[in-house]
Nanobody, 124 residues
Framework: HVQLVESGGGLVQPGGSLRLSCTVS????????IGWFRRAPGKEREGVSC????????YYTDSVKGRFTISTDNAKNTVYLQMNDLKPEDAAVYYC?????????????????WGQGTQVAVSL
């Protein structure tokens, strides 16, 4: 069955970096588009970044452009989210999700499969 497992969260100081991993099983990344989402306390879930299975094109929400990078390692069936220059407002539970959509990975409401999330805290 389809499973996504996030890891790599933790506590980091402002300006620090973390790399989140999303390891998938039950399918191969060649056939699925992957998105990263986050939910901060008291806020709605938001789409952060995604990568289209069609051509590997990526999308970033404005608040993370230039700081976050999404990448894949198909041999390891893993998607990464490298997060640099972290800010307190980046603190949230981060989720990865998968869908068979071919394009338009930023259609955030269309993702079918979800991981359990990993906590990111940014504080002195």
């Amino acid at each position: 069955h389809v499973q996504l497992v996030e890891s790599g969260g933790g506590l980091v100081q402002p300006g620090g970096s973390l790399r989140l991993s999303c390891t998938v099983s039950g399918f191969t990344l060649d056939y699925y588009t992957i998105g990263w989402f986050r939910r901060a306390p008291g806020k709605e879930r938001e789409g952060v970044s995604c990568i289209n299975r069609s051509d590997g094109s990526t999308y970033y929400t404005d608040s993370v452009k230039g700081r976050f990078t999404i990448s894949t390692d198909n041999a390891k069936n893993t998607v990464y989210l490298q997060m640099n220059d972290l800010k307190p407002e980046d603190a949230a539970v981060y989720y990865c999700a998968a869908d068979r959509m071919y394009y338009y990975c930023s259609n955030w409401g269309d993702y079918e499969y979800w991981g359990q999330g990993t906590q990111v805290a940014v504080s002195l």
